[in-house]
């Protein structure tokens, strides 16, 4: 599931946090996560898990897909 980046300027810090939520990475992990977008955020989960994190992504304005 790839995010492509994020519309709002100073979205970033926003981004980083939700990051958090759903996967083990500490804040300079998900920071530089977020930075290098077009990246792939998590693999291996159900269909339903990346649903619901999709959404909540698009929620704070980031570019989510599912591959």
């Known amino acids: 599931m ?3 980046g994020y519309d709002m300027p100073g979205m970033g810090v926003g981004a980083i946090k939700e990051v958090r939520t759903f996967t ?3 804040l300079k992990e998900a920071k530089d996560l977020v930075e290098k977008a077009p990246t792939v955020l998590k693999t291996g989960v159900s269909k339903e898990e990346a649903e619901k994190i999709i ?5 704070i304005g980031a570019k989510v897909v599912m591959e």
């Open 24 to 26: 083990d990475l500490g």
């Open 55 to 59: 959404e909540k992504m698009k929620e």
């Open 2 to 4: 790839p995010m492509m």
